[in-house]
């Protein structure tokens, strides 16, 4: 199931999400990584709206941590899935 995400207008935080993949080939897995860039207040909502969608849960992202040297911060979610 894919699930798309729609912003809300009336959020003034705002976050950049990225995804990236990479592979193990013995295991056949593949190891997806989301990462969202913003506010602490951006990046959090997010989350609870990933989470609201059924994504992922809250606590299978890492904290946030700075990115870069604009004051933002960063918050990585790492999900192995099978890949056929």
């Known amino acids: 199931m894919q699930a798309y995400f729609v912003p809300n207008d009336n959020q003034l935080p705002s976050a950049e999400v990225s995804i990236q ?8 897995k593949e190891f997806i990584k989301v990462m969202v860039i913003g506010s602490r207040k951006g990046i959090n909502s997010i989350i609870k709206t990933l989470h ?3 994504f992922a849960d809250v606590r299978e992202w890492s904290p946030p941590i700075p990115y ?3 004051g933002e911060m960063m918050s990585l979610l790492r999900r192995p899935i099978i890949v056929d």
Do not use: Q, Y
Not at 21 to 28: E, I, K, N, R
């Open 21 to 28: 993949a990479s592979s193990d080939p013995v295991s056949g």
């Open 52 to 54: 609201r969608l059924r």
């Open 68 to 70: 870069g040297a604009s």
